[in-house]
């Protein structure tokens, strides 16, 4: 396997894990009251969006070949920082 496959298969796994995260917190907004409700559902749309730009990226790194993929490594390590950063914030929120 090359470094570009562990690279994808690195960044697929995490978003399985942060998807399971916030499918959490949407359970959650099922038990609260309807502003925690209404909380979580926007911290949800704003993952999710999140989610999105990082599943683009991952795309975009799977389409190219050779070392080309590189370049768009630093691209998606900020995609990435930010998805961390967003559901480690929305975990903590809503505990």
Request: glycine share 10%.
């Given at each position: 396997m090359g470094k570009r496959e562990e690279y994808i298969d690195k960044l697929a796994a995490q978003l399985k894990v942060w998807s399971a995260e916030i499918d959490?917190?949407?359970?959650?907004?099922?038990?609260?009251?309807?502003?925690?409700?209404?909380?979580?559902?926007?911290?949800?749309?704003?993952l999710n969006k999140k989610m999105q730009e990082a599943q683009k990226k991952l795309q975009e790194i799977g389409q190219k070949t050779g070392n080309a993929w590189e370049s768009l490594a630093d691209g998606a390590n900020k995609a990435w920082n930010d998805l961390?950063?967003?559901?480690?914030?929305?975990?903590?929120k809503f505990k």
């Open positions: 959490v917190l949407k359970a959650k907004a099922g038990k609260g009251t309807v502003e925690a409700k209404i909380a979580i559902h926007k911290e949800v749309e704003i961390r950063e967003a559901v480690h914030q929305a975990g903590e």
